[in-house]
């Protein structure tokens, strides 16, 4: 078992939602690319409401657009139209730089591929969205630790990702995205290249993450064993949201009521 998650100083501060905004509002969202001439249309108009809290899986066949919806969520990519509510706030009003910024300090991001740098020390790639905050050195490495701690790695700072596991690799990764505090961590098949054990010690780290903390978690799996895990799950299919288990205002399984129906 890992250890408990470090307490988290900076939650619900002014980086969190307005009150009763939704972590994502999308309306029609659409995303073309544009490849030699001809247009691949991948997502095709989506609506979707996640609140603060929820922990959702995105599931659909290779193709379908997953990633390419977590990328807009993510706020890494840009609508091609519609309108996406991050916190509250329309993204197509946000400059570049203050796109990034948005994206450093709510949101967390967990890739299959880890996207990590591979030679050098887990506590460095870990504490680097800090460098981007100006956040001074020692409480980046302070901060780093504790991730790292969180994630079961306390004993790994100093390795490299090269020398790493894939499951070590995959909790570098996701204590990299924990470490700014993000009231919303997405990840794009975060088991998709671990074994069982590992990928279920993975799991286990985002379902505390998500009930001890309360940060939202929306993850894409190929696996329906992962996707069960989630308390809402999204089916996605050629572009198109096909079946949503949960509905806008909260998922009946977490009793959130958030929504504004509450005399239903
Ligand atoms: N950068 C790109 N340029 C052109 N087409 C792209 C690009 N990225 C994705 N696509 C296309 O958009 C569609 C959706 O891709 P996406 O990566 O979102 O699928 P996915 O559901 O994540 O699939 P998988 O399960 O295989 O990861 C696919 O047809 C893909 O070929
Ligand atoms: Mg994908």
Redesign the pocket.
């Known amino acids: 078992m890992t250890p408990d998650l470090p307490p988290s100083p900076g939650a619900g501060a002014a980086d969190g939602p307005a009150s009763g905004a939704a972590a994502f509002e999308a309306a029609g969202l659409t995303r073309s690319?544009q490849?030699e001439g001809v247009s691949?249309d991948?997502l095709r108009g989506v609506d979707l409401r996640i609140d603060p809290g929820e922990f959702v899986a995105v599931v659909?066949p290779?193709?379908?657009?997953?990633?390419?919806?977590m990328h807009l969520l993510g706020c890494l990519d840009r609508p091609t139209s519609g309108t996406l509510r991050v916190n509250g706030v329309d993204v197509s009003t946000l400059s570049d730089t203050r796109l990034a910024e948005l994206r450093n300090r709510a949101i967390g991001f967990v890739f299959q591929s880890f996207h990590l740098l591979a030679r050098t020390p887990a506590l460095e790639n870990v504490a680097l969205p800090l460098v981007y905050r100006g956040v001074p050195r020692a409480e980046r490495r302070e901060r780093a630790r504790e991730a790292l701690e969180s994630v079961g790695l306390g004993h790994r700072l100093d390795h490299r990702p090269s020398q790493m596991s894939g499951g070590e690799q995959q909790r570098v990764a996701i204590a990299r995205a924990l470490v700014g505090d993000p009231r919303v961590v997405l990840a794009d098949e975060p088991t998709g290249n671990l074994d069982t054990r590992n990928g279920a010690e993975v799991m286990a780290i985002l379902d505390r993450l998500n009930a001890e903390r309360g940060v939202a978690v929306v993850l894409?799996t190929?696996e329906s064993e992962v996707a069960a895990r989630a308390h809402r799950q999204i089916h996605?299919r050629d572009g198109l949201i096909e079946h949503d288990s949960g509905t806008a205002g909260g998922p009946p399984e977490r009793g959130g009521r958030t929504g504004p129906s509450e005399a239903e």
């Open positions: 690319y490849l691949v991948a659909g290779s193709g379908s657009g997953k990633s390419t919806l894409v190929h996605v």
